[in-house]
């Protein structure tokens, strides 16, 4: 077992059940996207932080 899959095991002991089960999903959803070879096709968090905030920028011109 990896380091990553060791810490996500002792975290899920550690969460509330929701919050236990929202991660649950997100990783079998990355999961999936990675078997499919789709993950590249996701834009990164940085690049949607940067349309949020010239969305923001322009809402207050």
Known sequence: ?????KKLDAKFATWSP???AQVEQIV???IELADA??????PSRTIV???LDALDEAKTR
């Open 1 to 5: 077992m990896t380091q990553l899959a």
């Open 18 to 20: 929701q919050v236990a």
């Open 28 to 30: 079998t959803d990355i």
């Open 37 to 42: 070879q789709a993950l590249d096709l996701l």
């Open 49 to 51: 932080q940067e349309v």
